[in-house]
């Protein structure tokens, strides 16, 4: 076994773990700097997956657009009920949580044998071992990495992004009323909008190589999302960056296995939540929100 | 004033109807869009659940570990903790218990299993008390992240040096020892009493004790209850140690009564159902039973659904979710309702 070979197999993982990853937290990052904490994100993109699936059947742009606005509504609607008075956003994100993953189960069990289309993407070809293999970079993942650039620089330089890091802060409310904004608005849009990116991280687990619907599909994708999200403090770049290396983590697991034949791979694939809580553990406390 | 416990209880019967009524269309919706007959599912529904001795006694068995998982909600919610990875405490400690009493035979074998849970699960929760209170890390957060962690370490367990050759496509645990297999009564989870006597337990300790006095009054105001003397961050973690140790001894009592063997399909959702009968019971301890029930009879009904109808496997689930979301949109009406109750009493 060369490490050639290896090297390949975790690239190969990479590519496919890490835009759902990326995506939902290039998204996650409006909704937290907003100041909502979406843990229903978690429900919400298992049922994006199904949906990408379903809508796939008539073409892989029209499963990505049903994705994508089934995630916004999800998200929406998460966002609505915490504007209700007396509504803990935490409680409500478990009834998501909960909801949405059993939404996604029901649905999606009768889905297993669809055929699927894949999403466009760019062949790499790379030579390893002797021979060419061709590796598939999904475009969901540059237009999240575009996105996240975006977003980066708009919540600097723009006055929507003043706005969006001023519902996040606290007397937020206070300050927006004042010059005649919403803060109920102006988190339902950054929340809808994350939902939206996790529509496109569903999208790339039901379009992109393997493809279709599996049981247990996207699970971990969103409170992966969320608390990286959480560590990066709603950075997009830093969430980027974090997204692919816990996707890398993962990765290299599968490419043990795949090369070397270990074992491990459930441990690697939880590596990146045990070392988020590490993280969390020893990082200097934050007044305020946990 | 009776008036407003008046209004209170209206507006909870209320809320209570509103929600099953919602959660109601919710089904007959996504039952009609799935291709299932919506009204007749009902009737398999009722039937699957409380309709013969079979039915209730796969009622009682799948609402004899949601007893202590909606505890382990529950307990800590009147806190003011959201524990929510009562699934992970559930299988780390079913292994726990299956691995502990399988090489032990003779009378010390079910303490040894029940102690192996228990102590398996508190310590499991007991990383989010302490995570929680050091460090702020917020409790539904690390706790679901470790239910993934357990789900995870027990597959890799079972899968590797603790499997049980003679196990093909399900890998499980070696079966444990007989002397600690818990027999069943006419059919019933043997665990059944143990699970009720937690309940009443829990009932007498929050709302007829010093301690549950303090337990709540952290709940409602934690910087009252620091005012009062009372040391929250301690309580945080016992209440975290609390809700692991009843998670764990639901897997202990699973692997005890039922699978007498561990695996990662243990992992059924008895813990995130949990969620769902504290919600229901909305902090009254004596309530975890009947919610424990209802919750089990969907999980019963989801069974016969989807054996009568060609159902999916997740319909319980399903209803599970809906019921969860309607009670939470709904919920959102509490306070507001009473008081325009008691208003309209009041002119007249």
Avoid at chain 1, 84 to 102: D, H, K, Q, W, Y
Avoid at chain 1, 160 to 173: I, K
Avoid at chain 2, 247 to 255: D, E, I
Avoid at chain 2, 321 to 332: D, E, P, R
Wanted: some cysteine; glycine content about 14%; aromatic content about 6%.
């Amino acid at each position: 076994m060369s490490f050639e070979l290896l090297a390949l197999a975790l690239l190969g993982g990479l590519l496919r773990i890490g835009p759902p990853l990326i995506c939902a937290a290039v998204g996650d990052c409006l909704t937290q700097r907003a100041g909502r904490f979406n843990l229903g994100l978690e429900g919400v993109v298992p049922c994006t997956a199904v949906l990408a699936a379903l809508g796939g059947q008539h073409g892989a742009g029209i499963g990505v657009l049903a994705a994508v606005a089934g995630g916004a509504a999800l998200a929406g609607l998460h966002a609505l009920c915490c504007s209700l008075p007396r509504s803990n956003e935490i409680a409500v994100g478990i009834a998501f949580l909960v909801g949405g993953t059993a939404l996604a189960r029901f649905v999606g069990d009768g889905q297993l044998a669809v055929a699927h289309p894949s999403l466009p993407q760019i062949d790499l070809v790379v030579e390893a071992a002797g021979r060419s293999h061709v590796l598939g970079l999904s475009w969901l993942l540059l237009a999240a990495l575009a996105a996240a650039v975006l977003i980066h620089w708009g919540l600097r330089a723009t006055g929507a992004g003043l706005l969006l890091r001023a519902a996040g802060q606290p007397g937020g409310a206070a300050a927006l009323a004042a010059s005649g904004r919403s803060q109920t608005l102006l988190q339902l849009a950054a929340t809808s909008a994350g939902g939206a990116f996790a529509g496109l991280a569903g999208a790339h687990l039901a379009l992109f190589h393997p493809g279709g619907w599996s049981d247990g599909l996207g699970a971990g994708v969103g409170i992966g999302a969320v608390t990286i999200v959480f560590i990066a403090r709603a950075r997009p770049l830093v969430a980027v960056l974090l997204a692919a290396g816990f996707a890398a983590i993962v990765a290299f697991g599968l490419a043990l296995q795949v090369a070397l034949g270990t074992g491990g791979y459930h441990l690697f694939s939880v590596l990146p939540f045990i070392l988020a809580l590490l993280v969390m553990g020893t990082a200097r406390r934050r007044p305020g929100r946990a | 004033m009776p008036g407003q416990r008046r209004a209170r209880r209206l507006e909870t019967a209320a809320i209570a109807a509103a929600a099953s009524l919602l959660a109601l269309l919710g089904w007959l919706l996504v039952a009609a869009v799935t291709g299932l007959p919506a009204f007749a599912s009902l009737g398999v529904l009722l039937r699957g659940s409380f309709g013969s001795g079979f039915a209730l006694r796969q009622t009682f068995e799948a609402a004899t570990p949601l007893l202590l998982t909606g505890l382990a909600v529950a307990l800590p919610a009147r806190a003011g903790l959201l524990v929510i990875g009562a699934e992970g405490a559930f299988v780390i400690s079913a292994l726990a218990a299956a691995v502990a009493a399988a090489w032990l035979d003779g009378w010390a074998a079910l303490p040894l299993l029940l102690g192996a849970g228990v102590l398996a699960g508190a310590a499991w929760l007991g990383i989010c008390g302490w995570l929680k209170s050091a460090r702020g890390v917020h409790e539904a957060v690390s706790s679901l992240l470790l239910a993934y962690v357990a789900v995870a370490l027990v597959s890799h367990l079972v899968e590797g040096v603790l499997r049980d050759p003679a196990s093909f496509d399900r890998p499980t645990t070696a079966p444990i020892s007989v002397d600690a297999q818990l027999g069943s009564w006419e059919g019933l989870h043997a665990g059944l009493p143990l699970g009720l006597l937690a309940c009443l337990l829990a009932y007498a300790a929050v709302s007829h004790s010093r301690w549950g006095f303090g337990l709540r009054l952290a709940g409602a105001n934690p910087a009252a209850a620091r005012f009062a003397g009372i040391d929250v961050g301690r309580l945080t973690i016992a209440m975290c140690v609390l809700s692991g140790a009843l998670a764990g001894l639901a897997g202990a009592l699973q692997v005890g009564a039922v699978a007498h063997s561990a695996g990662p399909a243990l992992a059924l959702g008895y813990g995130y159902a949990g969620i769902l009968v504290a919600m229901i019971a909305r902090g009254d301890m004596r309530a975890v039973i009947a919610a424990a029930v209802l919750v089990g009879a969907l999980e019963a009904g989801g069974g016969a659904l989807q054996r009568e109808l060609g159902a999916p496997a997740a319909s319980a689930k399903m209803m599970e979710g809906l019921l969860f979301i309607a009670i939470v949109v709904c919920g959102c009406a509490r306070g507001p309702l009473a008081r325009w109750l008691l208003a309209r009493e009041a002119r007249r």
